[in-house]
């Protein structure tokens, strides 16, 4: 077990950020990169808060032929596709992407257009790797010609408090960066890992395949010298599909990376990515927007309340879901998820718990349904028995919104797995656009026509983002 430190959250300041000509520069050479670059982005998301740091993109819900292709022919630079794999297990996500590289490889050969394909993924590193990029890669080098030098890692997510610097991964804390394998996450009972340094979380996650002192790392150092032709040089040495490890405490430090990085595939290099979202705005060139406000998002006039799902169990979302029962107009739902292990008893508390949803909404309240909050455990469970249960547990929420009779003003979904489970299967999306944020790092879509509730706010909010009052006050905005 590695013994990185916590550090005062007082070193990100330490950094400092370039000035403002500066920056407009960063800026003005990777825009110029993008716009010449006639690359397609494709972003393959394991649960909906992928599009976190995006706005005006397009989501879509599965990855038909029909369905990739209407995201080449988008006129904008990037499009997302749901995966939801986290919740899958090894043999599904194998099954998973090795579809969808087939048919991204296909699309990409008949419309003669270059592409980058992204594997978002949680910033605190928990998910299917390495297989997923792994499987990405072997599926598209057998059926293609395009062959991968490497695979870039960058968890960074500046709105979720997830900095990586001297190669090692922090999720803040309050004024405390700690080392991610010290946080509840790496001790997740699916995806757990021992490693914060993201050298030896490669070897570790590979199994020695890759050797953390193989890691190409890319210094913050350089990237706030703005050394543009040394990581450009240090990208044209990678071979071997071998892995690069980039640094980041603010976005001025990805802007510089992305610039090198695209002179790079100019040259040739070919890269898969595993990252968490704030790569994908900026290697899109996504701009910043105001947070969204009610009028923005609820656009239907209806007296009916909303719904709000609680499915994650970490301690930081117990602690949102506590502040928000303060609120008034807001009634909580506790349902005994527990009763997984009894058929007939689950189903009666479904029942239950949509009549009391119902009841809540029509009078004009908004229905907060939350799991029991600690996690079930049973003896001698495995990983994958864990995971089957848990989805078990998550399409039973989902049915929860997929059941209701009545039309809510707004739905929020907290954790990954629940809000992937109301979009795809409750609301049946199949094609969603993303509004923006209601908060930094929390998505809003609007639904498609084809949904069970359209053109309504369907409010993405990570199980790991925000303080303690985040919920709280995205309710607020919602309430108006």
């Not at 007082?10 to 520069?25: F, H, S, T, V």
């Not at 995806?191 to 953390?212: M, N, P, Q």
């Not at 229905?367 to 990983?383: C, G, I, N, Q, S």
Request: aromatic fraction near 8%.
């Amino acid at each position: 077990m590695e013994t990185k430190q916590k550090i005062s959250a007082d070193i990100l300041e330490a950094y400092g950020r370039p000035g403002k000509k500066e920056l407009e520069e960063v800026d003005r050479l990777l825009q110029k990169e993008i716009g010449t670059s006639g690359r397609k982005i494709i972003v393959l998301d394991d649960d909906p808060t992928g599009v976190q740091t995006v706005h005006d993109i397009s989501v879509y819900t599965d990855w038909d032929k029909g369905s990739v292709e209407k995201g080449f022919r988008e006129p904008g630079s990037l499009f997302y596709i749901l995966t939801n794999s986290r919740g899958f297990t090894a043999e599904q996500t194998t099954r998973v992407h090795d579809e969808i590289a087939r048919v991204v490889e296909e699309v990409a050969e008949e419309s003669g257009r270059p592409y980058i394909l992204i594997s978002r993924s949680d910033s605190t590193l928990r998910g299917h790797y390495p297989l997923e990029t792994l499987r990405l890669k072997e599926t598209i080098e057998e059926k293609g010609m395009v062959r991968f030098d490497g695979e870039i890692l960058c968890p960074f997510f500046k709105e979720g408090g997830r900095y990586t610097l001297g190669n090692v991964h922090y999720v803040k804390y309050g004024d405390t960066l700690v080392p991610a394998a010290e946080t509840e996450f790496a001790r997740d009972k699916t995806f757990g890992y021992h490693s914060s340094d993201l050298r030896e979380y490669v070897e570790e996650k590979t199994k020695g395949a890759f050797k953390a002192g193989d890691v190409t790392c890319i210094s913050l150092e350089s990237l706030r010298a703005r050394d543009y032709d040394g990581i450009e040089a240090q990208l044209l040495r990678v071979e071997g599909f071998n892995k690069v490890v980039v640094n980041a405490v603010d976005y001025c430090d990805l802007k510089v990376f992305c610039t090198s990085l695209y002179r790079a595939l100019k040259k040739g290099k070919n890269f898969l990515f595993r990252s968490g979202a704030a790569l994908v705005k900026v290697i899109g060139g996504i701009t910043d927007q105001p947070l969204l406000t009610r009028e923005q998002m609820v656009t239907r006039h209806t007296d009916k309340g909303g719904i709000v799902v609680v499915g994650s169990h970490t301690a930081k979302t117990t602690e949102q879901l506590e502040a928000l029962l303060t609120l008034e107009k807001v009634r909580a739902i506790e349902f005994n998820s527990d009763l997984v292990l009894e058929a007939e008893a689950f189903e009666e508390e479904i029942r239950r718990v949509v009549e009391e949803c119902e009841r809540v909404m029509d009078a004009g309240d908004t229905a907060v349904v939350y799991t029991r909050r600690k996690l079930l455990t049973l003896e001698h469970d495995t990983k994958e028995e864990a995971l089957v249960r848990s989805v078990k547990i998550s399409d039973a929420v989902q049915s929860l919104v997929a059941r209701l009779a009545v039309t809510p003003s707004f739905v929020v979904a907290k954790g990954g797995i629940t809000s992937s489970d109301i979009g795809t299967k409750a609301l049946a999306v199949r094609r969603a656009d993303v509004m923006g944020q209601i908060k930094p790092g929390i998505p809003v879509w609007r639904t498609g026509e084809e949904s069970k509730f359209p053109a309504t706010p369907y409010i993405i909010f990570p199980g790991n983002v925000g303080d303690a009052t985040t919920l709280k006050e995205a309710v607020e905005v919602l309430l108006g």
